[in-house]
């Protein structure tokens, strides 16, 4: 059973930043490419960041410069940090396994004005 627990996140005014945690646990290993995905209010889920086993990242052309994926295999965990925040970015943010229905419960990202 695969188990994907995020946390972080939370109310930031504009320009601020914030830090997502997903920790995994279960048949998850440092093979699986992970991803960062948001939903806002009325709007389909995107995707905003994946790493794959090798900790290369790729990012969403509207968060690159901004945003960064990381991972730490030792610890199960991806990271999302996210600098110079906009309003256009407040949403739920989800962690998945890539290729794989594993998602994270989803954590609220709210940017003020």
């Known amino acids: 059973q695969v188990q994907l627990v995020q946390s972080g996140g939370g109310l930031v005014q ?3 930043s914030l830090r997502l ?5 279960g048949s998850i290993c440092s093979a699986n490419g992970m991803g960062w995905f948001r939903q806002a209010p ?4 995107e995707l905003v960041a994946t ?3 090798s900790s290369r990242p790729n990012l969403a052309a509207s968060v690159k ?4 994926i990381s991972r730490d295999n030792a610890k199960n965990t991806v990271y999302l940090q996210m600098n110079n925040l906009k309003p256009e970015d407040t949403g ?3 962690c998945r396994v890539l290729g794989f229905s594993y ?4 954590t609220q990202v709210t940017v003020s004005s």
């Open 21 to 25: 945690s997903c920790a995994a646990s």
């Open 103 to 106: 998602w994270g419960q989803g």
């Open 92 to 94: 739920v943010y989800y």
């Open 51 to 53: 790493i794959n086993s």
């Open 14 to 16: 504009a320009g601020g």
């Open 42 to 45: 009325g709007k389909q889920r």
């Open 65 to 68: 410069g901004r945003f960064t």
